[in-house]
């Protein structure tokens, strides 16, 4: 038909035949992963259009993955018998044999939360880990929340409390009851590798990061480096999305390039100069923590180690004075019933928002001066005290709040106690009239602060409040318990609280005040993750999958990185970017170039024995021509070229891991078969040379 149409016509010779070819057999194929990228863009513009927020696409949107298909001479020419099951659209497009390949692939989903669960789904649509030889495992150590219900799709309201990795596990099973999927509750990280070990990750084909930190991500990519495993790594941010792949011995790895860190409030700028709802809401978290948790948790600490006050008078700076009268004064003035919790909240709401505002204007008037520019300007919100009243809802949820949960922190029951009962204990309260003192010091930056908080400590009161708290007898009925901030459960108070107290500063700052949801985002770090992003960013992981698939089992030189697509979108733009993996930066040493996925395989292993840490350097002098200086594992220094002779000779005649196990003082774990060991070399010219890391093979 084509050759047919162009016969004749002007520009005949430009008709790509082998593009034609292909279209003509898979133009009948449906790939999930399609779908979910162009149902997330379709989605957002809906949302665009309902909402008038953002800019719609007012042009042609072309999208296309020819570098997933097959070559021509590879193209599924024997359509005719294929079985017209969920996979028939996918065989289509690849034929019989990828689709098995599909099936048959072992992949570690890390994190089920809003990217996890459309990975899960989408890997139950295409047939991934459905094979004889095929799994997935994945894991997520949190709990299901009210707020992950309206972008976590596989998550129901009657789920709420239970794991995560559990139910989408189970979801994506109902969607194909074939899934060979396990789902796992433990952290990722250095204290769980007696559970990841070399065993799982031999028996994986790639790994999939649902991760929301920094951290994990980097350990992440870390193991995917040392098991040599593809990584495809992912995240979103609003309607922003990105992702990127990591292939083994090509492209650089997610650690080789970093964002800059997260810009952190100032702590004058919390403590006395907010000028945003942020400041204020982190002010009330913080102000949380200190009532209500740190207090339950020095109490514990107190009772069950008996060293602890001495501990605590050991730490830097004013700490040891600060903790200490804490301490004392919890132990002496803790509330015997709920009137003394009343009372104890609408002291705090005369000292946070009237008493400090009033010494603070009492240190810098409204109308002073700091070197000729007005102090209250700029960023500095000049602030006025608050007046409480109890007709005030914002007044009276702080006290009802600050009280019910103080009361909890002590273990004071709060049943059949109304608003009305806690506001009229409020009022009758007896409020200290507060005069401001001459000599406070009020840090005006965080240099300032933290010469004040680092400044020198006299010694003896500090000892002095020790003491007193070792004389102290402590009630036997007495009990704190610290209260863990929990932002999604609305009847336990903590959330009336955050947003009373941010509130109240707020007014105080003349800075616009948050509801409670606004609140809630804030203080609880909610990432803000939309569906459609979601489904965007994960179609674009698994075409890449795709293509890791097709790859798989070829030597790195066949494989053609260009093929590969990193991505950068935001669907409020609308603005869509692709480009190609970096290839990982080449070094070298003597006349050998190795990246960061290279490093030198050691076999341990002797006939009745190991290899001998002289042995090992011996080995790199004679077989590398490299001269080790420095030899270490972890954070234990084993060899080093100025180690005392005696203590150098006994180590070169031990073998490596009782080296290791001599430094370290302590038994290598029984799960661990090889050793990570960082040495430092010269080359023959007694020039230092960066080298790759040892694997040293112990079993």
Same mark, same amino acid.
């Given at each position: 038909?084509?050759?047919?149409?162009?016969?004749?016509?002007?520009?005949?010779?430009?008709?790509?035949?082998?593009?034609?070819?292909?279209?003509?057999?898979?133009?009948?194929?449906?790939?999930?992963?399609?779908?979910?990228?162009?149902?997330?863009?379709?989605?957002?513009?809906?949302?665009?259009?309902?909402?008038?927020?953002?800019?719609?696409?007012?042009?042609?949107?072309?999208?296309?993955?020819?570098?997933?298909?097959?070559?021509?001479?590879?193209?599924?020419?024997?359509?005719?018998?294929?079985?017209?099951?969920?996979?028939?659209?996918?065989?289509?497009?690849?034929?019989?044999?990828?689709?098995?390949?599909?099936?048959?692939?072992?992949?570690?989903?890390?994190?089920?939360?809003?990217?996890?669960?459309?990975?899960?789904?989408?890997?139950?649509?295409?047939?991934?880990?459905?094979?004889?030889?095929?799994?997935?495992?994945?894991?997520?150590?949190?709990?299901?929340?009210?707020?992950?219900?309206?972008?976590?799709?596989?998550?129901?309201?009657?789920?709420?409390?239970?794991?995560?990795?559990?139910?989408?596990?189970?979801?994506?099973?109902?969607?194909?009851?074939?899934?060979?999927?396990?789902?796992?509750?433990?952290?990722?990280?250095?204290?769980?590798?007696?559970?990841?070990?070399?065993?799982?990750?031999?028996?994986?084909?790639?790994?999939?990061?649902?991760?929301?930190?920094?951290?994990?991500?980097?350990?992440?990519?870390?193991?995917?480096?040392?098991?040599?495993?593809?990584?495809?790594?992912?995240?979103?941010?609003?309607?922003?999305?990105?992702?990127?792949?990591?292939?083994?011995?090509?492209?650089?790895?997610?650690?080789?390039?970093?964002?800059?860190?997260?810009?952190?409030?100032?702590?004058?700028?919390?403590?006395?100069?907010?000028?945003?709802?942020?400041?204020?809401?982190?002010?009330?978290?913080?102000?949380?923590?200190?009532?209500?948790?740190?207090?339950?948790?020095?109490?514990?600490?107190?009772?069950?180690?008996?060293?602890?006050?001495?501990?605590?008078?050991?730490?830097?700076?004013?700490?040891?004075?600060?903790?200490?009268?804490?301490?004392?004064?919890?132990?002496?003035?803790?509330?015997?019933?709920?009137?003394?919790?009343?009372?104890?909240?609408?002291?705090?709401?005369?000292?946070?928002?009237?008493?400090? %505002?009033?010494? /603070?204007? @009492?240190?810098?008037?409204? +109308? !002073?001066?700091?070197?000729?520019?007005?102090?209250?300007?700029? $960023?500095?919100?000049?602030?006025?005290?608050?007046?409480?009243?109890?007709?005030?809802?914002?007044?009276?949820?702080?006290?009802?709040?600050?009280?019910?949960?103080?009361?909890?922190?002590?273990?004071?029951?709060?049943?059949?106690?109304?608003?009305?009962?806690?506001?009229?204990?409020?009022?009758?309260?007896?409020?200290?009239?507060?005069?401001?003192?001459?000599?406070?010091?009020?840090?005006?930056?965080?240099?300032?602060?933290?010469?004040?908080?680092?400044?020198?400590?006299?010694?003896?009161?500090?000892?002095?409040?020790?003491?007193?708290?070792?004389?102290?007898?402590?009630?036997?009925?007495?009990? %704190?318990?610290? /209260?863990? @901030?929990?932002?999604?459960? +609305? !009847?336990?108070?903590?959330?009336?609280?955050?947003?009373?107290? $941010?509130?109240?500063?707020?007014?105080?700052?003349?800075?616009?005040?948050?509801?409670?949801?606004?609140?809630?985002?804030?203080?609880?770090?909610?990432?803000?993750?939309?569906?459609?992003?979601?489904?965007?960013?994960?179609?674009?992981?698994?075409?890449?999958?795709?293509?890791?698939?097709?790859?798989?089992?070829?030597?790195?030189?066949?494989?053609?990185?260009?093929?590969?697509?990193?991505?950068?979108?935001?669907?409020?733009?609308?603005?869509?970017?692709?480009?190609?993996?970096?290839?990982?930066?080449?070094?070298?040493?003597?006349?050998?170039?190795?990246?960061?996925?290279?490093?030198?395989?050691?076999?341990?292993?002797?006939?009745?024995?190991?290899?001998?840490?002289?042995?090992?350097?011996?080995?790199?002098?004679?077989?590398?021509?490299?001269?080790?200086?420095?030899?270490?594992?972890?954070?234990?220094?084993?060899?080093?070229?100025?180690?005392?002779?005696?203590?150098?000779?006994?180590?070169?005649?031990?073998?490596?891991?009782?080296?290791?196990?001599?430094?370290?003082?302590?038994?290598?774990?029984?799960?661990?078969?090889?050793?990570?060991?960082?040495?430092?070399?010269?080359?023959?010219?007694?020039?230092?040379?960066?080298?790759?890391?040892?694997?040293?093979?112990?079993?």
């Amino acid at each position: 038909m084509a050759k047919k149409f162009y016969s004749g016509e002007e520009g005949a010779e430009e008709m790509n035949k082998e593009l034609l070819t292909k279209l003509s057999y898979v133009c009948r194929g449906e790939l999930m992963p399609i779908v979910s990228f162009l149902g997330g863009i379709a989605a957002q513009e809906v949302v665009k259009s309902c909402t008038g927020k953002f800019m719609p696409l007012k042009q042609f949107l072309f999208f296309d993955a020819l570098e997933c298909l097959p070559s021509e001479d590879k193209l599924p020419f024997d359509q005719t018998d294929y079985p017209e099951d969920r996979y028939y659209r996918q065989r289509l497009v690849f034929g019989r044999e990828f689709q098995q390949k599909i099936s048959n692939q072992g992949n570690f989903v890390v994190g089920a939360g809003a990217l996890g669960c459309e990975f899960l789904k989408n890997f139950a649509m295409m047939g991934l880990g459905c094979g004889q030889n095929g799994r997935i495992v994945v894991t997520d150590m949190d709990v299901i929340e009210r707020s992950n219900l309206n972008r976590q799709f596989l998550f129901r309201p009657w789920d709420m409390g239970k794991c995560k990795s559990t139910v989408a596990a189970d979801a994506a099973r109902r969607m194909n009851p074939e899934l060979s999927i396990e789902s796992r509750l433990d952290r990722v990280g250095p204290d769980t590798e007696h559970i990841y070990d070399d065993k799982f990750f031999s028996l994986l084909s790639s790994v999939t990061n649902a991760l929301d930190n920094i951290d994990a991500r980097n350990y992440m990519d870390r193991r995917c480096v040392y098991y040599h495993l593809p990584l495809l790594e992912s995240g979103t941010l609003g309607t922003k999305g990105n992702v990127q792949v990591v292939l083994p011995f090509l492209t650089e790895s997610y650690s080789s390039s970093s964002d800059p860190p997260e810009k952190e409030i100032a702590i004058c700028t919390l403590k006395h100069f907010p000028n945003a709802i942020q400041h204020t809401v982190q002010w009330a978290r913080d102000l949380f923590e200190g009532f209500f948790c740190k207090p339950g948790k020095m109490f514990k600490q107190l009772q069950g180690e008996a060293d602890y006050i001495e501990r605590v008078t050991k730490m830097p700076g004013n700490e040891p004075a600060v903790m200490l009268s804490e301490l004392k004064l919890m132990l002496q003035k803790n509330p015997v019933s709920f009137p003394d919790c009343v009372t104890w909240a609408r002291l705090q709401f005369e000292d946070l928002f009237c008493s400090q %505002i009033k010494q /603070l204007l @009492f240190n810098f008037p409204p +109308d !002073s001066e700091n070197n000729g520019v007005l102090f209250w300007s700029g $960023s500095k919100r000049c602030p006025n005290p608050a007046q409480y009243d109890a007709a005030n809802d914002t007044h009276a949820d702080f006290v009802e709040s600050a009280s019910r949960l103080y009361a909890e922190t002590f273990g004071i029951s709060t049943a059949g106690v109304t608003r009305e009962q806690i506001l009229s204990l409020a009022s009758a309260t007896g409020v200290p009239v507060f005069k401001p003192r001459e000599g406070v010091k009020i840090a005006t930056t965080d240099q300032e602060a933290q010469e004040m908080g680092t400044g020198p400590v006299d010694l003896d009161p500090t000892q002095s409040v020790a003491d007193g708290l070792k004389a102290l007898k402590v009630p036997q009925n007495l009990s %704190i318990s610290p /209260l863990e @901030f929990e932002k999604d459960d +609305d !009847s336990n108070h903590h959330m009336d609280f955050v947003t009373a107290t $941010s509130n109240l500063r707020a007014a105080n700052y003349q800075i616009e005040q948050a509801d409670k949801h606004k609140s809630k985002g804030i203080a609880g770090k909610i990432i803000p993750a939309i569906a459609t992003t979601t489904a965007a960013v994960v179609g674009l992981v698994c075409i890449e999958l795709y293509k890791l698939i097709r790859d798989q089992g070829c030597a790195k030189e066949q494989i053609n990185h260009e093929n590969y697509k990193n991505a950068f979108i935001n669907l409020a733009l609308p603005f869509f970017a692709f480009s190609e993996p970096i290839l990982a930066e080449k070094k070298k040493y003597n006349e050998t170039e190795f990246t960061l996925w290279d490093r030198f395989d050691i076999d341990g292993r002797r006939a009745g024995g190991e290899m001998l840490l002289g042995e090992l350097i011996g080995l790199f002098k004679e077989k590398y021509k490299l001269n080790i200086t420095m030899l270490s594992q972890g954070v234990a220094l084993i060899f080093a070229f100025f180690t005392e002779a005696k203590k150098k000779k006994e180590r070169m005649e031990m073998s490596v891991s009782k080296a290791v196990e001599s430094v370290t003082k302590k038994p290598l774990p029984e799960h661990v078969g090889s050793l990570v060991l960082e040495i430092c070399c010269d080359d023959p010219e007694g020039n230092d040379v960066e080298v790759p890391y040892i694997k040293y093979d112990l079993k």
